[in-house]
């Protein structure tokens, strides 16, 4: 049996972890490597080209280029080889992911396509099923897409009002609905499309072939960003759908669409890395290019701290989002060593860790956002026209923040999900709690200027893992059912535990960069290191000092904020001379190498 992983979804805040059980992306091995750059030169030699034909919706291109995808095996990494696929794990897979990333709107249609689209009749489809579509998905003989979000269910899909009836004999479901912002919908053959049968209040799967007899479309949405993925409006109208057509069983529609949503939203934040890659090589190719002044851009101070903050936002996602990635795979294998099948192993190995795959997905997002933001600046005014690089990366990337649920939903999962695991006891969150609140008056500032480096940066992570432990059941006692209706404090308690995820990995990746050798200079990487912890201080303390202020009074009030003070508290470094070492680094460098 493989080992059972070291640690549960959300465990994190109450366990100290070991850099040496953490993975990190220098470990990727030479196979994983060759697909990644199998995927980047797929990017680089048919995609980009094509970038500007693609937002103007160049007729039957976008399909074209994902069935060329699929020749090469692309579309089919993770798919079993039983269905054509090349079987890669969780972990491979993300990484191809992030390489497939640069893409723009072709990686939303190749992301819909093998994520959304794909994944439900890989991981809920009978045999007879994927015998008959997964094989056509794998190769890109047939595209995919997922029809989930009506005009009145957006964020709240189970109001969808989509709706199946079995005819007399029993053979078919009669369909009718309308989905809308349905990516792919152009030219998907397949759909996953969700509705209520009969008089059901949750949700049903069905797959549908789009050539069926009463489905229509509107016309190509004309959307802010991605404008080159098809998104459209489909119409099912006494549609006829045989009933070995049903996905999973009856009623389980909400919990496909909510399983399928956590492996979006960890996929999500490895795919944004190669949107981070490409607009981090742009902004520092025309920094030192542009002259102003006499001096190139990237000689002036400003401009560095802007790429010093691109390159450690990047790096402590990579760091975040494969340490989360490879703990899924370790449990993915754990459960499929204890007898679950391919998709149940699947399903349930991701959705343990519900919190890191939302926290994640906002951390990624709001990151890329920073990223391509600086990118426009740094490029001045021709940042603001279209004929630079900072146009298309600017808009396509603000829609991460909306897909896989918006940012806002993921910070209510992220706390949510971690109380839930406390309150069910999968993970002892409430007894970490109490001995925190019970020794809340001894609590001590950590003085990182003296002892190990290691030791002291993990001894503030420590303390700031007790801030956030601290409020967790304070919150939970004070609001008890109504806070899911405190959305602003669970808002800010999310933002800790996200900061406090991401800070820590940064320091197990940058710890086991120096102690296994990866990094014969693991300078750079402190730097980073250092501004990333005095920013998440900051950080962590506003959004715990705004909690306590939204609900405590009194001794309760003056006895938490002290507390947050001294275990937010961090020694000043210069974070000036941190930010232009990174940044000196990418720019002799030209292109991001850390």
């Known amino acids: 049996m493989e080992k059972k992983p070291v640690i549960r979804g959300g465990e994190f805040l109450i366990k100290e972890v070991d850099f040496t059980d953490v993975f990190i992306?220098?470990?990727?091995?030479?196979?994983?490597?060759?697909?990644?750059?199998?995927?980047?030169?797929?990017?680089?030699?048919e995609i980009v080209p094509h970038f500007q034909a693609l937002d103007e919706h160049e007729e039957g291109l976008m399909p074209s280029l994902l069935k060329k995808a699929g020749e090469l095996g692309l579309l089919g990494i993770s798919i079993p080889e039983e269905y054509a696929g090349f079987g890669q794990s969780f972990l491979t897979n993300m990484r191809a992911n992030e390489a497939m990333g640069s893409a723009y709107s072709f990686s939303v249609a190749f992301m819909a396509h093998t994520g959304i689209g794909t994944l439900p009749l890989a991981y809920y489809g009978t045999d007879e099923?994927?015998?008959?579509?997964?094989?056509?998905l794998a190769t890109g003989d047939k595209l995919a897409a997922y029809c989930l979000t009506e005009p009145g269910a957006g964020s709240d899909a189970n109001a969808g009002t989509s709706k199946a009836v079995l005819t007399e004999d029993g053979k078919h479901y009669i369909l009718n609905g309308q989905k809308m912002w349905i990516t792919n919908g152009g030219f998907a053959e397949v759909l996953t499309v969700f509705a209520k049968i009969d008089n059901d209040r949750v949700l049903s799967a069905f797959l549908v072939e789009a050539d069926s007899e009463g489905i229509s479309m509107n016309p190509e949405e004309h959307k802010m960003g991605i404008k080159g993925s098809s998104t459209r409006q489909i119409f099912f109208n006494d549609v006829k759908v045989p009933v070995e057509n049903l996905l999973g069983r009856r009623g389980t529609g909400f919990r496909i669409a909510l399983n399928i949503l956590h492996i979006g939203r960890i996929k999500l934040g490895a795919t944004v890395i190669g949107s981070m890659r490409r607009a981090i090589n742009h902004s520092v190719t025309y920094a030192n290019e542009r002259k102003q002044f006499g001096s190139f851009l990237s000689e002036f101070g400003a401009i560095k701290h802007k790429m010093g903050e691109q390159i450690i936002k990047m790096f402590a996602t990579e760091s975040a989002v494969y340490r989360a990635s490879k703990d899924m795979e370790d449990n993915i294998n754990y459960l499929i060593s204890d007898g679950k099948t391919y998709g149940e192993a699947n399903i349930d190995g991701v959705a343990?860790?519900?919190?890191?795959?939302?926290?994640?997905k906002v951390y990624g997002s709001e990151a890329l956002d920073y990223i391509v933001d600086e990118m426009v600046q740094i490029f001045g005014g021709m940042g603001f026209s279209s004929e630079a690089p900072a146009d298309r990366s600017y808009r396509d990337s603000r829609i991460n923040r909306i897909f896989e649920g918006t940012n806002e939903i993921n910070r209510l999962i992220t706390v949510d999900s971690t109380l839930k695991k406390g309150l069910k006891h999968k993970i002892d969150l409430f007894e970490?709690?109490?001995?925190?609140?019970?020794?809340?008056?001894?609590?001590?500032?950590?003085?990182m200027q003296d002892?190990?480096?290691?030791?002291?940066?993990?001894?503030?992570?420590?303390?700031l893992k007790k801030a956030a432990l601290m409020l967790l059941p304070v919150i939970q006692d004070t609001f008890k059912r109504k806070l899911m209706f405190e959305e602003e404090i669970l808002m800010n308690v999310s933002d800790m535990i996200m900061n406090i995820y991401v800070l820590e990995s940064t320091l197990l990746r940058v710890e086991k960069l120096e102690k296994n050798g990866h990094k014969s200079d693991v300078s750079y990487y402190k730097s980073m290191l250092d501004v990333l912890?005095?920013?998440?201080?900051?950080?962590?303390?506003?959004?715990?000092?705004?909690?306590?202020g939204s609900f405590a009074e009194g001794d309760q009030k003056v006895m938490l904020c002290d507390a947050m003070g001294t275990l937010t508290r961090a020694h000043s470094v210069n974070?000036?001379?941190?930010?232009?070492?990174?940044?000196?680094?990418?720019i002799d460098d030209g292109v991001y190498k850390f």
């Open 352 to 360: 343990e860790f519900e919190p890191e795959c939302a926290l994640l």
């Open 575 to 586: 974070v000036k001379e941190a930010r232009r070492k990174i940044a000196d680094k990418l």
């Open 129 to 136: 099923q994927k015998d008959k579509y997964l094989t056509d």
């Open 432 to 447: 970490a709690a109490k001995e925190v609140l019970e020794n809340i008056a001894d609590v001590e500032m950590v003085n």
């Open 25 to 45: 992306p220098e470990e990727f091995d030479e196979e994983q490597n060759m697909i990644a750059e199998t995927c980047s030169d797929f990017v680089e030699t």
């Open 451 to 463: 002892g190990d480096y290691y030791e002291t940066k993990h001894a503030f992570v420590k303390n």
């Open 533 to 548: 912890t005095q920013d998440t201080a900051g950080n962590v303390y506003k959004s715990g000092f705004d909690t306590i």
